[in-house]
Each structure stands twice: as C-alpha cells, then as structure tokens.
C-alpha cells in the first residue's frame, strides 16, 4: 500500500472532517455491512475495552475510527467487502499482527516508545490520530497508551485489507 503525501493526507483528512451527520451515517453503515468483523473490533470491542479506563479518550477513539474508514475510502476507494478476502482474513490478520507487535514490544528499547515494526504504513495518518489522542485531557496514561496502540492497529489492519483485495485484483487481471 503506498503512503499518502501530506496534500493526499490532508485531502483525505478534510473530506474525513466534512462529513454531515447523514453522510458520515452512510460511511459507517457501508462500513459495517461490507466489514462486519472488523467493524465490531473497531468501533465495539475495543471502545469497551478502554470506557473504564476513561470515557472520553474511547469516544475519542471512536471518532477517530471514523476518520480512518473515511480516509481509506477518499483516498483508496470504498472498503472492500468481506466475501472478497474469505470470511476468516480479518481473524487471521489480527492474530499476524498482534503477534508482530509483541514480537516488536520484546525487542524495543525500554526508553523508545516510537519503536515501530516494519510493517508500519500511513505513518503521516497514525502521526496525526496520536496527536489528536495527546490533545485529549486525560488522566490515564494507561487509557492514552491502549488508543494509541488500538488506532496503530486499526491503520495497519485498514492497510492490510485494502493490500489483500489489490493483491486478489492484481492476480485475477494476470
């Protein structure tokens, strides 16, 4: 998947931020029927796991969900359909990556909370979400770190779907 220039990036941004209430419920109606698994992950389960550790900082995350869906669809298309990739990708692709990322954590430096993996992609898009994470007052470290890490994983599993259906067309046109 190629990163989006900073004029890709905040074109994608605006569009994201200029949605009214109608359109945006079109974005993630859309998203929900195309994505079922994903969608649950994203905007349920992981909101649910850091309501207790602070409110606002989910909602915020919840919102900044949306800006990722909205960005994906203005710059690569509208989200492919889950019958596309097999209904057992979105499940697979998780465990890859939160094997990855452990496997990222063990070998990051204790002082370096930048370290990254090498399958980091749109890292002008996570550089801006986690900024608008830090802008959040909260008092949770721990609720700040865990909206990080769900919205990096969020970006990643959205960079990985839309690279499976490109690599599925890239296939079928050969």
């Not at 109608?22 to 969608?39: D, K, N, V, Y």
């Not at 990051?108 to 370290?115: L, R, S, V």
Request: proline residues 3%.
């Amino acid at each position: 998947m190629q990163e989006l220039s900073d004029q890709q990036l905040f074109a994608a941004l605006q569009y994201a931020r200029s949605q009214d209430e109608q359109s945006g419920r079109a974005i993630l109606e859309r998203f929900q029927t195309r994505q079922p698994a994903f969608a649950q992950t994203i905007l349920n389960v992981f909101p649910s796991v850091m309501v207790d550790m602070d409110q606002a900082m989910a909602h915020l995350f919840m919102d900044l969900c949306f800006d990722v869906i909205a960005v994906y669809e203005q710059a690569f298309g509208k989200v492919p359909d889950h019958r596309l990739v097999g209904n057992r990708w979105f499940e697979e692709r998780a465990e890859r990556l939160d094997r990855e990322m452990n496997m990222a954590i063990k070998q990051a430096k204790p002082n370096d909370p930048d370290h990254t993996f090498d399958q980091e992609h749109q890292t002008g898009l996570v550089r801006f979400l986690h900024a608008a994470i830090d802008q959040q007052p909260c008092r949770s470290t721990d609720a700040v770190r865990l909206a990080k890490t769900m919205i990096f994983t969020t970006v990643q599993l959205f960079d990985a779907l839309y690279d499976a259906v490109g690599s599925l067309q890239n296939t079928s046109v050969n």
